[in-house]
């Protein structure tokens, strides 16, 4: 019959409405007391830059897509760091390759481009970071450890592996990026 639902003599529907909520109950129970400051946790996009790791904040992040971008002519004013530029629904953003702004030597080969979301703190209207590859995301607790002699902080990932944690306003800020 077609809309019939089948109830097992174990109770079925039952059952599964009682499982459903004792794995809530057990998830609310291991949530924090009232009163009791969690830990602060930060949501990165964790990205390979010439293999180096590092995480960008995920909440700067407004889309992760195939390295994709226009050459432009390189003016005698343009920071070393820009590639070209990419158009995406209407809006231009202007390229940075990641491990320069780092840096680094210019990447051989993107592998990954991040659009960043406008920040009214960044000079420039929509910015996009090309980086080797990217890893997946991964939530760091805590504050992370003291500044590196570049100025960005580093975090501790659970496996012991560290990562440089970048602040796109951040990393602006502190120069020059006007093309």
Request: net charge positive; charged share 20%; hydrophobic share 40%.
């Amino acid at each position: 019959m077609k809309g019939h639902v089948t109830v097992t003599p174990d109770g079925g529907r039952d059952a599964f409405a009682r499982r459903v909520l004792h794995e809530r109950a057990r998830a609310l129970a291991g949530r924090a007391q009232v009163g009791v400051q969690a830990a602060p946790h930060r949501a990165l996009i964790m990205v390979n830059v010439a293999e180096q790791p590092c995480g960008v904040d995920l909440h700067a992040v407004l889309r992760v897509t195939d390295p994709v971008w226009n050459d432009m002519p390189r003016r005698p004013d343009c920071p070393p760091g820009v590639q070209g530029v990419h158009g995406y629904q209407g809006d231009l953003y202007t390229v940075f390759d990641l491990s320069v702004l780092l840096g680094g030597e210019r990447l051989e080969k993107a592998g990954v481009m991040l659009l960043l979301r406008s920040v009214s703190s960044i000079p420039l209207g929509r910015i996009a970071l090309l980086a080797t590859s990217a890893a997946g995301t991964v939530d760091i607790t805590g504050t992370p450890i003291p500044l590196t002699p570049a100025g960005f902080p580093q975090a501790s990932l659970p496996d012991g592996r560290r990562l440089t944690v970048i602040d796109p306003a951040r990393l602006f800020s502190s120069r020059y990026v006007g093309v």
